[in-house]
Nanobody, 122 residues
Framework: QVQLVESGGGLVQPGGSLRLSCTASGSIFSVNAMGWYRQARGKERELVAQ???????NYVDSVKGRFTISRDNGKNTVYLQMNSLKPEDTAVYYC????????????????WGQGTLVTVSS
């Protein structure tokens, strides 16, 4: 069973930093794009950042210049370095892989992580 396991959330003061990690595990042949979404209380889930297997990056405007997404293809792991955090960054952050190909199969799956809470508050 393919799954995404996240870590790194927590409580941080405004202006602080956090680093989120997400690793895809299971019987995997390939992972295409990986990314991070977030959902604040009472709001819809939004794409924060995404990186393709080739390294193409995409960020939501509100985090440009503050957040950096990167990945280690050999470890099927994606990272989100979050700097200069603001209270409005408070949300549950979800790792997403929209197209994972299982080993021994031509089937592609979209997989979500369980979510990790990031709270920015003094």
């Amino acid at each position: 069973q393919v799954q995404l396991v996240e870590s790194g959330g927590g409580l941080v003061q405004p202006g602080g930093s956090l680093r989120l990690s997400c690793t895809a595990s299971g019987s995997i042949f390939s992972v295409n794009a990986m990314g991070w979404y977030r959902q604040a209380r009472g709001k819809e889930r939004e794409l924060v950042a995404q990186i393709t297997s080739g390294g193409t990056l995409n960020y939501v405007d509100s985090v440009k210049g503050r957040f950096t997404i990167s990945r280690d293809n050999g470890k099927n792991t994606v990272y989100l370095q979050m700097n200069s955090l603001k209270p409005e960054d408070t949300a549950v952050y979800y790792c997403n892989a929209p197209k994972i190909r299982e080993a021994g199969s031509f089937r592609y799956l979209e997989v979500w992580g369980q979510g990790t809470l990031v709270t920015v508050s003094s």
